[in-house]
DNA sequence: TATACACTGAACTATATGGTTCAGTATGGA
DNA sequence: TCCATACTGAACCATATAGTTCAGTGTATA
């Protein structure tokens, strides 16, 4: 049997799963903003943002700090090693199976019969 | 403003952030497995198994093809190139924010007030 | 001091997720 | 032919997500 536990990997990929995080990300790498000034870019009531921004945060890709009234976000120092570690090992693993499986799958595809069934 | 639609990168990054899953892709990488023997591995009802390769296989990170009465789950041929180029895109973003940010992050953190706040 | 600004929290909506059970359907083998 | 196997689909549950509104709290500033 095989048992896995839930990790970090599990808040930071369900933190990239949302195009308007994905885009949080991109702007902060432009630099640090404020929860109003992203939720006017991104057209999205404060709370709106702020729950999208605690999602980041989290999962450790942003960080904030509140000075006076203004909370600014940037960048987490973490950054994206563990990701892109998992990606780059499994990248490997798709690549090995196409090496040594492609002729075994392509002649599959002739004799298959369902497919893509529902 | 800054408008991103949902995009193909929402599906995967979705998949991946569960770790059933990333452990089927595990499992997959080995060879290829059956739904029953990966319901089996990883203790769980069919049904749910099903589930589970369903959103790999929208995700097109898995495929699967019927033969006879058994649905046979394999690695997808797109793999995880989308995933990786984002992802390294956005790591040296971030890396990027670093090396010319670091003295003055640090600076901030001495003056800075309430931090960390929920 | 009064007002505006930036955020925070609670509450609500609609939809998705991760899992189950149960009742099928279709296939392979004795 | 009969039975077991392998899957499929519908229905249900609890919880999470993505968003909203509304009613605050705390901070700058005129």
Chains 1, 2 share one sequence.
Not at 9 to 18: N, T
Request: glycine share 8%; with cysteine.
């Amino acid at each position: 049997m095989v048992q896995y536990g839930s990790s970090p990997l599990d808040l930071s990929f369900a933190a990239l799963s949302d195009a308007t995080r994905r885009g949080i990300i991109d702007q902060l790498g432009r630099g640090d903003e404020s929860i109003t000034s992203l939720a006017d870019k991104f057209q999205m009531t404060l709370t709106g943002m702020k729950k999208h921004v605690q999602v980041l945060e989290r999962a450790g890709l942003v960080v904030t700090q509140k000075v006076g009234r203004v909370r600014t976000c940037r960048l987490g120092k973490r950054g994206l090693k563990a990701e892109a570690a998992w990606i780059e090992a499994h990248r490997k693993l798709f690549e090995a199976r196409f090496e040594a499986l492609d002729d075994i799958i392509s002649e599959m595809k002739q004799e298959g019969s369902d497919d893509s069934a529902s």
